[in-house]
């Protein structure tokens, strides 16, 4: 039997006819208002945008409608078993009384056990308590009783000493008593500095374990009651480690050295060490090669230059310190700590400079200056070079007598005097009110053969300057870099300032620019062939000569150089163009003179008998001249090379080209419409006159012999200009005055 059809849920007509309570607008989402990070005024604002407020009303109320019949609707649901409640609830009050006395029986004995664990427990932190105090204490007595035995064990030692006397604290020995130590040889030799060394080590072993608990044991009554003795210790052993030291030093006692250095470590006294050494044995042999002080005034150097003395003190270093610096530098030795190179070499060799040669740090004479930093490098190189490790030169240039040797050279104002030198030099040069041949300069100067001018020549040498051995400094590469780039912008501003002041006609208000209005074209020709050789030493040799000298910096640091310095010369070489534009302009002002000899040729035949012109006017063979002559000069023969005169000639056609045809196309202009002017008043007296007016005049007009005459001159000036190697009907200009004046059978074809 089949399963029955299940019957659909009943529906109202308010179901078939409306839309039902839980339909809402697609923008409507009621599962957002569960989220748990739901903003009320965020869901609001999101909404405002494409919902009106009426509408978000009214759909949240009814929202709101449609959740107060869901709560009816589950209120409803079980009310029946809410009321019912209340009627299953049977016999509550007994079964509460029944379980009270169990629950107030657990809760005595709970609160019991609390109180007996409580108080095990203020037991028990207590004993702890007293225990950490006891061992706190214990440590403390422990720690007093470790230092009153370390104290009186290396007063023990120390009245061990061989033959030490207890006065040396008060530096109260007296000199039977130094000799006697100091001889050592008296009793068992060497051996003596030995027993001594060693002994003496082990004595600096105790007081760095001493010092270890003082500083554990600070503000204790007890150790300021013993404060005394240990220093009273302290002294002794500073006074008798120190003897001992110089007199392994004085001996070259190599073991007595050893276990010194060491037991100075041992106590962290490690300048006491090193001033001893500079005292003892560097003072003496730097005061011989840099005499100063007492004997300064007797043996005065004549000089401040540092080159042999470093020189001799090189010697000194390896014949009497070299022994030390051995020791110093053994490996695995724990002797690292020391730095005689620095705190005693270095610290002496800088005070004897700056007490006998202080002149030696000044820039004032720039040349002794740099010749004794280069010699002070070299010798700092040397002093590193005795170092076993990179890291023992690192920390050698990270001490504080390296930084104050290396501050007394002044290299700023250095590097400002070389720059006042050589820009004031240019500066100088530049400020000339005309173009100075470098043949005319005095003999010493100009030594430059293939510039021409003074000024071209004082730049290269300007540039060069910078980077010779005797100038620059590497660690100021970057300013002397600086340097010569704004020396080839001060000598392309000044080329650059003049040619427009030329072009102007007056300096206005920037002096130096007065060279440019005296200038005569075929001196241009100089700053030419000046600009082009420059170009080429700056792009080449120079270029070289300073990759060279910075070769030791990184690909990087030489690209970006040798761009700069390429820059430098490009923008040399990009005034060309313009000094060539001022030499046309001059050719072609001189060029226009004549041509404006062509207005002549209207009064020549206007209203004259004259027949057809047959041969060109005299003054076409002066519009080239002043260019003829120009290229036929010497200068431009010897100097100008054959691209740029092209060039040249070129742009001088075309712009004399171009005046011509302005020239030429006015006169024919003016020319026809006086024709036409006069046509008109002859064809008005002939009809006055009862003349037919239909009679045509087949005479040649005025006009026509004018352009026939202009046609005649620009064939010959075609024929200079092909002279010069121009083809003229390249030329636009030229074309456009062809056609301007030619016959109309002519005009097709340009021949000469």
Known sequence: MADPIPSAPHRSNTDFFSDPLDSHPLWFKPALFLSPDFDSEAYISDLRTFVPFDTLRSELQSYLASLNHDLIDLINRDYADFVNLSTKLVDVDSA????????????????????????????????????????????????????????????????ELPSVPADWSNGDVNLAEKNFISNGTTENGTNLRDTQSMLLERIASEMNRLKFYIAHAQNLPFIENMEKRIQGASLLLDASLGHCFVDGLEHRDANAIYNCLRAYAAIDNTRSAEELFRTTIVAPLIQKVIPHGASWADGKPSGDELENDYQQIKQCIQKDCKFLLEISFEENSGLHVFDFLANSILKEVLSAIQKGKPGAFSPGRPTEFLKNYKSSLEFLAHIEGYFPSRAAVSKFRAEAVYNEFMKQWNLGVYFSLRFQEIAGALDSVLAATSLVPVHNVPSGQGDSPDLTLKQSATLLECLESCWREDVVVLSYSDKFLRLSLQLLSRYSSWLSSGLAARKRGNTGSNPGCEWAISTVPDEFIYIIHDINCLHTRVCGDFLEHVLELLSSCSGDILDHVKQSILHGGKALDALVPAIINTIVETLVEKSV????????????YRMTNKPLPVRHSPYVSGVLRPLKVFLDGERASRYLKEDAKNELVLSAATEITGRYYELAADLVSVARRTETSLQRIR??????????????????????????????DIQEYGRN?????VDAASIKSYRSLWDCVAPEDRRSVINF
């Open 96 to 159: 509460v009384v029944r379980m009270r006395a169990p629950l107030l029986e657990l809760r005595e004995k709970i609160e019991q056990f609390r109180g007996s664990v409580q108080g095990s427990l203020v037991a028990l932190t207590n004993g702890l308590k007293q225990r950490s105090e006891a061992a706190e204490a214990r440590e403390i007595l422990e720690l007093l009783l470790d230092t009153f035995h370390v104290v009186s064990k290396v007063e023990k030692l120390i009245k």
């Open 721 to 725: 200009l092909a002279a010069l190697g």
């Open 593 to 604: 003179e004549d041509l404006r000899q062509l207005k002549g040729i209207t009064a020549t």
């Open 683 to 712: 064809q008005g007296a002939q009809r006055r006159g009862g003349a037919n007016a239909d009679i045509l005049d087949h005479n040649v007009s005025d006009t026509d012999k004018i352009c026939m005459q202009l046609f005649l």
